[in-house]
């Protein structure tokens, strides 16, 4: 079992950075998929990215190229956002799936949650 807890979000304006930190409050990520996944007023939630156990990253077409995430270390992990926009704006949450295969990209597939941190992108 595990509890991610995620930090560092924020205001920012659009073209600026943030980086958000997921950490095991309970637990390790050793065994677990890292996800993030953000969701904005009156949308549903989506899939940002994620990191495998063996270290592999999928991203969503939308953050190519401007979204990292890594893993630090067996308690850590970090989403690094660049370039950001305005339609970035949402609540950002980490989670940790255990073996989810091809459905990483899938809420359903995550068994823990963080609670989410607010990022704001100004225009």
């Known amino acids: 079992q595990v509890q991610p807890v995620e930090s560092g979000g924020g205001l920012v304006q659009a073209g600026g950075s943030l980086r958000l930190s997921c950490a095991a409050s309970?637990?390790?990520?050793?065994?677990?998929?890292v996800g993030w996944f953000r969701q904005a007023p009156g949308k549903e939630r989506e899939f940002v990215g994620s990191?495998?156990?063996?270290?592999?990253t999928y991203y969503a077409d939308f953050v190519k190229g401007r979204f990292t995430i890594a893993r630090i270390d067996a308690k850590n992990t970090y989403l690094q956002m660049n370039s950001l926009k305005p339609e970035d704006t949402a609540v950002y949450y980490c989670?940790?799936?255990?073996?989810?295969?091809?459905?990483?990209?899938?809420?359903?597939?995550?068994?823990?949650w963080g609670q989410g941190t607010q990022v704001t992108v100004a225009s």
């Open positions: 990191i495998t156990v063996g270290y592999s």
């Open positions: 989670a940790a799936a255990f073996a989810p295969g091809s459905s990483i990209t899938i809420p359903s597939s995550y068994d823990y």
């Open positions: 309970k637990g390790t990520f050793s065994t677990y998929a």
